[in-house]
């Protein structure tokens, strides 16, 4: 069954980095594009970057843009989420989450979770000095 296992988390400070990984077992990791996530307490869910299954395009939306990095490796079908100059609006529980296809990357707009198959159990990031 696909497994999806977040690590990485932990508390930052403001202007600091943090990097999350995601290891995935389970299905041919390179057919799917991979995103990640975010919810914070009292708040929605928030897409915060997507991958496509062979890595040649990622995309973010405007409130993490410039500040965070997603990448893959599919050799040992692991992503990535690299997070710099954090602030205290980053603190969340963040997810990797399977997409339904490899060009498929779902903004969660909507809010559903539902729009991707497979979600991990999160990493908590905190931001705070």
């Known amino acids: 069954q696909v497994q999806l296992v977040e690590s990485g988390g932990g508390l930052a400070q403001p202007g600091g980095s943090l990097r999350l990984s995601c290891a995935a077992s389970?299905?041919?990791?390179?057919?799917?594009?991979m995103s990640w996530a975010r919810e914070a307490p009292g708040k929605r869910i928030e897409w915060v970057g997507g991958?496509?299954?062979?890595?040649?395009?990622?995309y973010y939306p405007p409130s993490v843009e410039g500040r965070f990095t997603i990448s893959r490796d599919n050799s040992h079908n692991m992503v990535y989420l690299e997070m710099n100059n954090l602030t205290p609006d980053d603190t969340a529980r963040y997810y990797c989450?399977?997409?339904?296809?490899?060009?498929?990357?779902?903004?969660?707009?909507?809010?559903?979770?539902?729009?991707?198959?497979?979600w991990g159990q999160g990493t908590q990031v905190t931001v705070s000095s």
């Open positions: 989450a399977k997409a339904k296809g490899p060009k498929s990357i779902p903004t969660l707009y909507s809010g559903q979770r539902s729009e991707y198959s497979d």
């Open positions: 991958i496509f299954g062979d890595g040649t395009s990622t």
């Open positions: 389970g299905f041919s990791f390179a057919d799917y594009a």
